[in-house]
């Protein structure tokens, strides 16, 4: 046996996974609590949470050449259920994206995910020590739809949420692979202005002229830098026109993401009701199985994207702030991890998926608390659903192979 097994073994990142976890059905027991099938949630995330914690393990003893050598065709896999899905998935919520086996579901965007950030990792890393040059635009373009061919196919389900976590992604890779400053600040500058056209035209101007100092800064081509305000004018011009083509329906549900007090009994119900819930968490909570809007289901399926306001009631702010720092070990660990390992592959790999966490992290405690849009993303490994479980379980199992192969070139 290897005596060396635990040096290589990452034991912090595995350890608060296996907090979290434990945390999230706790928090799906108390949500469900009362309803008559209210084992079938718990239990069911028992027992993948089981079977992806051994997998979560067992990837980590995986050597890295296989994952980056699988890469590509497992990419195309799930691209092709990206595309069956539209086919032949099943309607829920309005959204095609997913497949029913017997009696569980699969979501072939939450696989999708990690095999994209590996298609992405091993093409940027040409599978050894040689590099792409992201800054020349044919790789950066081929890069780019490594990405976007399923981030079209999520939004054509249409899955809106899911589909910008490939985006939340897209831009600390490039970053981390080298990309220059300048396209950074090129490539953020187009969100930032389409925000900024939606707020007020004072905040698309002041953002125009933000954005064109700062490209004139960098004392690059002038050319190109006044192609790219164009197309940030074009774009500041066209959201008014897009949010006007939108059903009425739709423009409520965005304007309550600002206000949720617009649409109380719609699409802000849930986020007041949140608000309340972990408003009277105080600073202690109210106690497991003791939150009131919990245990009285104010909140529907609060055991799914709601998750966090169950935390905040019955464990207040210090319970929410325990919950908050786990959550910054697994990205800081798959940060250093991204350091630490030799592996090109494996470094830009846990940069991704730390992204994807924090992104998901931010944007549900966000719509909790009534600072972000409700868009359907789930709390890591604390939401239910199988799909999201395993997905981000078997991000974290490559994560820890980072660390267990960190002195592996590959």
């Known amino acids: 046996m290897d005596k060396n ?3 290589r073994f990452d034991i912090l990142l595995s350890l608060t996974t296996a907090i979290l976890i434990t945390i999230g059905i706790l928090a799906i027991y108390s949500a469900t609590y009362g309803n008559a099938t209210s084992h079938e949630f718990y239990m069911k995330q028992l027992y993948f949470a089981l079977f992806g914690f051994a997998l979560m393990i067992g990837l980590s003893f995986v050597p890295p050449q296989y994952m980056s050598k699988a890469s590509y065709l497992m990419y195309l896999v799930t691209i092709g259920l990206l595309i069956a899905v ?11 994206s997913w497949f029913y086996i017997g009696g569980f579901g699969i979501q072939p965007s ?9 298609c992405l990792a091993n093409y940027l890393s040409s599978g050894g020590e040689e590099t792409r040059d992201i800054n020349k635009p044919w790789e950066f373009i081929k890069a ?10 999520i939004l054509k389900q249409p899955d809106t949420g899911t589909s910008l976590v490939f985006l939340s992604f897209l ?3 490039f970053f981390w692979a080298g990309l220059s400053p300048y396209f950074l ?5 187009f969100g930032v202005i389409a925000f900024a056209a939606f707020i007020s035209p004072t905040y698309f101007i002041v953002a125009i002229i933000i954005i064109a100092i700062s490209l004139l800064l960098f004392k690059r081509n002038y050319i190109i830098s006044g192609i790219i305000v164009a197309v940030n004018v074009a774009i500041g011009f066209s959201v008014p026109k897009v949010f006007s083509k939108l059903q009425p329906y739709q423009q409520k549900r965005i304007m309550a993401v600002f206000d949720p007090s617009t649409d109380p009994l719609g699409s802000g119900y849930n986020v007041i009701q949140s608000k309340v819930a972990i408003g009277s968490g105080g600073i202690w909570g109210k106690g497991f199985l003791a939150g009131t809007q919990t245990q009285l289901k104010f909140i529907p399926e609060q055991w799914t994207d709601f998750i966090f306001c169950m935390i905040g009631e019955e464990f207040g702010f210090i319970g929410s702030i325990i919950l908050l720092t786990l959550y910054i070990v697994i990205i800081y660990k798959l940060i250093s991890n991204a350091y630490l390992t030799r592996s090109r592959f494996l470094s830009i790999a846990c940069v991704g998926f730390a992204s994807i966490i924090l ?3 931010v944007i549900n405690v966000g719509m909790t608390i009534g600072l972000m849009p409700v868009i359907g993303i789930p709390l890591p490994l604390m ?7 395993l997905s981000f379980l078997i991000m974290l199992g490559i994560g820890m192979s980072a660390y267990r192969n960190r002195n592996l070139y590959i």
């Open 383 to 389: 939401s239910y659903g199988i799909s999201s479980l």
């Open 86 to 96: 539209l086919l032949f998935g099943r309607v829920i919520k309005g959204n095609k």
């Open 144 to 153: 780019s739809l490594i990405v976007l061919i399923p981030f079209a196919l």
């Open 110 to 118: 939450e696989l999708a995910k990690f095999t994209t950030i590996l």
């Open 185 to 189: 600040v090129a490539l953020i500058s």
């Open 171 to 173: 831009i600390p890779i």
């Open 5 to 7: 097994i635990f040096k």
């Open 359 to 361: 992104f998901h992290l």
